[in-house]
């Protein structure tokens, strides 16, 4: 069980967790172990970029240049105010004898209003002990899908003037839709590792993990395309 409250930022986006709360439980069943666990938080979010700055300023611009609010509403959509979000996570262990394998699903639900997501994913772990090394294998998908209400409110806009009328709308409404497609990441991931348990409280893992994402390496600006990384890791793991 946890309870709590924290702020930080991720990239350019700045969140406030005015309030969390959360807990887990296992059930055992012969070989198998079963997990669950749900978090909810009350999140104030929004990018914080002078490109998002510039965004903004430029739709209520527009919105008290033609009369329209829709514009307004657009801006507004960016950010989310003690919004609810909600993290699930199951879990599905086996183990025979010195094999094991894991599996888990996970959900972020939003509020679907406002700056939020839906994120959904899973991985897949398998693990054989020797002696005291276990070479273990992961797979998994990640899968993240932005609020769709601002891609309803720009289709909204195009009722109120429809594309082709207006080259300066046309631009700005491109503008919002590619930002919002640049918080719609997808990716796989796999794993290749090797832990040694040199101790009965300490061990080393080297790990070799490939990731094929759209979500790699965004940068301050929100760029984003499909890319490939290779990253190598060694972690030595302390319990006292």
Do not use: C
Request: aromatic share 14%; net charge negative.
């Amino acid at each position: 069980f946890l309870i709590g409250t924290t702020d930080g930022r991720y990239q350019d986006m700045k969140l406030s967790f005015d309030f969390l709360i959360g807990g887990s439980f296992n059930i055992h069943w012969q070989d198998f172990t079963f997990r669950y666990g749900l978090t909810m938080t009350q999140l104030d979010a929004f990018v914080d970029s002078a490109e998002m700055e510039l965004l903004l300023l430029t739709l209520n611009q527009t919105a008290s240049n033609t009369g329209l609010p829709i514009f307004s509403e657009v801006a507004d959509a960016f950010y989310t105010e003690d919004g609810w979000f909600q993290y699930h996570g199951l879990g599905a262990q086996w183990d025979r004898q010195d094999l094991s394998l894991i599996t888990e699903l996970y959900a972020t639900l939003g509020p679907n209003k406002g700056f939020s997501n839906d994120a959904y994913g899973w991985n897949i772990t398998a693990a054989y002990n020797i002696s005291h090394f276990t070479p273990y294998a992961v797979i998994g998908y990640y899968k993240n899908r932005f609020a769709e209400e601002i891609e309803n409110l720009v289709k909204e806009s195009e009722l109120a003037v429809p594309p082709g009328a207006s080259a300066g709308l046309d631009e700005l409404r491109a503008n919002v839709n590619h930002i919002v497609d640049e918080f719609n990441e997808s990716g796989f991931s796999n794993a290749l590792g090797l832990r040694y348990d040199f101790h009965s409280h300490a061990a080393i893992k080297f790990e070799a993990q490939y990731f094929d994402s759209t979500a790699l390496l965004r940068g301050a600006n929100l760029k984003s395309i499909k890319q490939e990384a290779t990253l190598m890791t060694v972690v030595v793991d302390v319990v006292f």
